[in-house]
């Protein structure tokens, strides 16, 4: 079994990214199990409530999904061709405590994302090459899956029924967990 953590950058109720997120986990091969990390309750980085009182609880709960996990699915919005600062902040908070390497480090990322632009979160998922690097961690480059006009490929419940999309994250998903059952030697 392959164990994967995953999560949507996006705090909205009806996240194009929280639903590709959804599809993600219904499409998922057989043999992975996809654990949903939140970023409810992260506060902002500040590093004087890091030195009083350490890491924050969801902080916390999120670095254990993580490190316990097998690869990270992260999910991205984009904003102004970057990531989200939500999820920015979260993985900044995540990296720290000391123990970086033992959450991050050689671990199998892929990342993803839908907009309802043409272009599918491509400059996002670029802008994090560089945090993925510095974090150790290994990101996945064996597919793409770049969601673009996502606004009319969900229904109002937020489920996938665009049929070709479905198919791009189904080999999206089995491509990612046949790398990380590779790395993690299973
Ligand atoms: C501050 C901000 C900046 C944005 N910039 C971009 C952008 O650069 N490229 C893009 O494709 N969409 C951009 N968008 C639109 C988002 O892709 C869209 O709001 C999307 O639905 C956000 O993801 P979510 O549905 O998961 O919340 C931006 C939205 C916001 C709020």
Same mark, same amino acid.
């Given at each position: $079994?392959?164990?994967?953590?995953?999560?949507?950058?996006?705090?909205? @109720?009806?996240?194009?990214?929280?639903?590709?997120?959804?599809?993600?986990?219904?499409? /998922?091969?057989?043999?992975?199990?996809?654990?949903?990390?939140?970023?409810?309750?992260?506060?902002?980085? =500040?590093?004087?409530?890091?030195?009083?009182?350490?890491?924050?609880?969801?902080? #916390?709960?999120? @670095?254990?999904?993580?490190?316990?996990?097998?690869?990270?699915?992260? #999910?991205?919005?984009?904003?102004?061709?970057? $990531?989200?600062?939500?999820?920015?902040?979260?993985?900044?908070?995540?990296?720290?405590?000391? =123990? $970086?390497?033992?959450?991050?480090?050689?671990?199998? #990322?892929?990342?993803?994302?839908?907009?309802?632009?043409?272009?599918?979160?491509?400059?996002?998922?670029?802008?994090?090459?560089?945090?993925? @690097?510095?974090?150790?961690?290994?990101?996945?480059?064996?597919?793409?899956?770049?969601?673009?006009?996502? =606004?009319?490929?969900f229904d109002? /419940?937020?489920k996938l029924t665009d049929? @070709?999309?479905?198919?791009? #994250?189904?080999?999206?998903? /089995?491509?990612?967990?046949?790398?990380?059952?590779?790395?993690?030697?299973?």
């Amino acid at each position: $079994m392959i164990r994967i953590a995953a999560i949507s950058g996006s705090l909205r @109720k009806a996240s194009l990214n929280t639903s590709l997120l959804r599809a993600c986990i219904a499409n /998922a091969p057989e043999g992975t199990e996809i654990s949903v990390g939140s970023l409810r309750g992260i506060p902002l980085y =500040d590093g004087d409530l890091e030195t009083a009182e350490g890491l924050p609880p969801a902080v #916390v709960a999120l @670095k254990t999904l993580i490190r316990e996990t097998d690869g990270l699915l992260i #999910v991205t919005p984009e904003y102004n061709n970057s $990531m989200p600062g939500v999820l920015k902040n979260a993985i900044d908070w995540a990296s720290r405590g000391g =123990d $970086m390497k033992a959450v991050f480090g050689g671990k199998p #990322v892929a990342v993803a994302g839908a907009s309802p632009g043409g272009f599918g979160t491509v400059l996002s998922q670029t802008a994090w090459l560089p945090v993925l @690097k510095t974090l150790g961690a290994v990101q996945w480059s064996g597919a793409k899956l770049l969601v673009s006009r996502a =606004d009319t490929l969900f229904d109002a /419940a937020g489920k996938l029924t665009d049929e @070709k999309t479905k198919e791009n #994250v189904q080999a999206f998903l /089995a491509g990612f967990a046949d790398f990380v059952r590779a790395g993690a030697g299973k």
